[in-house]
């Protein structure tokens, strides 16, 4: 099957249930607005979660208390199949920022106190393109791509920074502004109230020059926090109480917008890094954080435009975190940068209701691997398939106490359709032989574009083959080990 063939086939019948929501969400309207006829570049407002699952606001099927994002949705545009760049939060981040793999920028996983290192230095962050056309910029809230002053956000393209340098489960916590601690240790429970606090201030004190506000919020991350306000009042414990804070914090800065009349001038979108840890919900998608099965990848995004969205539109095409920095660009009119980049534009598929016209393969690359830079899947559209996978079950907790460092490759690779089946739940390689062929071909021919290191952990990882025996959804048994007496395996699946 050629390549022609096999783009046919995954937009046919064979992968039928494209225009149907995972969870069977209904239907919305399509994006019409046009953004090309607005008089003046628009501002940009970016908020991330941290570990906010796929299922944990109302509009995406959640019964927690989200009334303002779920008004967002209804007032603008929700995407039913956005996925984020990695399931661990540093290189998340940095796909976001750079439109390009964190395994690009040295970014593998989470940054600790005290790092080193942080995103490689000569990357150009969506800041700095932001910066270099004319507009102000801020960053709010959690950075996590390196904690030493040339790593912070004043160093990245950002006017200003107002925030923390990584993770709530990290201490010492230190709230930063600019490159100077304010607080060596600050109270995680008013985190949020804080960030809003700054931002509202940050958006009332705009005039006629366009801005970007980047937004990150620390939770729902473990150990999740809410203020006093919020705290014990949803009856879903912690997580659910600062998700319902999250929710109130966007109406905050959405009300900041419209008292200073910027609504029609103004893009604001709200994502996560990746799906959710111990707590939170997924969906009915297989998986959690540092997994790379859709529990770890996919993640709400909204977006609203007044003027330019229509209230209602629902975009079930696959879009990533990685596609947010090209978008921008042909939106805002920003000068792309120079390295190639893995995103795509998605400004008419988000903005004038089209169909995407490219349609690039998706890598997952996984945490729990050599350095955190071994790839487990490759995805085309609705086909992903599973060339590797953890050596041991811990893969489902990630805990960090338990969790498996090392990957192999399966005898086997297996092939998933996941609009039909978004848990992953069966495997049709056999099926579609021609289809694990053209993406095993993606993959060989991606990988040598990535760093030599990668490109060497790729060479182990394939050296490192798991049994045949093992079953299709199992961590791989290790190769020449003598099964049980008791055991029976079929003879495709017998060494």
């Known amino acids: 099957m050629n390549r022609r063939d096999f783009l046919a086939l995954v ?28 008089h003046r570049r628009p501002n940009v407002i970016l908020m991330i979660c941290d570990d906010l699952g796929y299922g944990d606001l109302g509009c995406y099927g959640s019964h927690l208390p989200t009334p303002h994002l779920d008004a967002m949705a209804a007032d603008g545009l929700r995407c039913t199949r956005f996925n984020a760049a990695h399931p661990i939060c540093s290189a998340s981040r ?25 995103t490689s230095l000569d990357e150009t962050l969506l800041s700095n393109l932001f910066h270099d056309a004319g507009y102000k910029t801020k960053a709010i809230g959690k950075w996590h791509l390196g904690d030493k002053p040339e790593y912070l956000p004043t160093n990245r393209g950002f006017d200003s920074f107002y925030g923390v340098p990584y ?44 801005f970007f506000l980047y937004m990150a919020f620390s939770y729902p991350h473990d150990p999740a926090r809410a203020s006093e306000r919020f705290a014990g009042k ?39 890094d990746h799906g959710p840890w111990y707590q ?17 990848f996919r993640v709400p995004f909204l977006a609203k435009w007044r003027g330019v969205i229509p209230g209602g539109t629902l975009i079930d095409e696959w879009c990533s975190n990685l596609d947010v920095l090209p978008t921008l ?95 992953e739940s069966y495997d049709v390689a056999d099926l579609h032989p021609e289809i694990v062929k053209q993406l095993m071909h993606d993959l060989e021919t991606m990988m040598p574009t990535f760093p030599p290191q990668v490109v060497e952990a790729y060479a182990t990882l394939k050296s490192n083959v798991g049994a045949v025996s093992t079953p299709p959804g199992a961590s791989p048994r290790p190769p020449h080990k003598n099964e049980p007496g008791w055991s029976w395996e079929p003879k495709d699946r017998r060494g």
Not at 26 to 35: C, D, L, M, Q, T
Not at 102 to 117: C, D, I, K, V, W
Not at 171 to 194: F, M, S, V
Request: proline share 6%; charged share 25%; net charge positive.
């Open 167 to 210: 993770s709530v489960d990290m201490k010492p916590l230190p709230l930063i502004r600019d490159t100077t601690i304010l607080e060596q240790d600050t109270d995680r429970k008013e985190l949020t109230p804080r960030y809003t606090k700054e931002a509202t201030h940050y958006i009332e004190q705009q005039g006629d020059e366009p």
């Open 94 to 118: 940095a796909g976001l920022l750079t439109g390009r793999y964190g395994t690009r920028s040295h970014t593998t996983g989470a940054f600790g106190p005290h790092s080193l290192y942080g």
């Open 280 to 296: 939170g919900c997924p969906g009915a998608l297989r998986g959690r954080k540092a997994s790379t099965f859709e529990g770890g």
């Open 11 to 38: 937009s046919s019948g064979v992968a039928a249930g494209t225009s149907v929501s995972a969870l069977a969400l209904p239907e919305g309207r399509i994006a019409s607005g046009n953004f090309r006829k607005r």
């Open 329 to 423: 660009c042909t939106v805002c009119g920003l000068k792309l940068p120079p390295k190639p980049l893995d995103g795509s534009d998605r400004a008419e598929v988000l903005f004038e209701g089209k169909r995407a016209s490219e349609q690039k393969p998706i890598l997952y690359f996984s945490p729990m691997g050599d350095r955190g830079i071994d790839i487990h899947c490759i995805r085309r559209q609705d086909w992903k398939l599973r060339v590797a996978q953890g050596i041991a079950g811990e893969i489902y907790i990630n805990d960090r106490s338990t969790a498996s460092r090392k990957s192999a490759w399966l005898a086997r690779p297996e092939l998933y359709n996941i609009v039909l089946d978004p848990g």
């Open 234 to 272: 949803t009856r879903f414990g912690n997580v659910g109480d600062a998700i319902a804070e999250i929710d109130w914090s966007v109406s905050e800065v959405m009300k900041a917008v419209h008292r200073k009349g910027f609504a029609d001038d103004t893009l604001i979108i709200f994502t996560s």
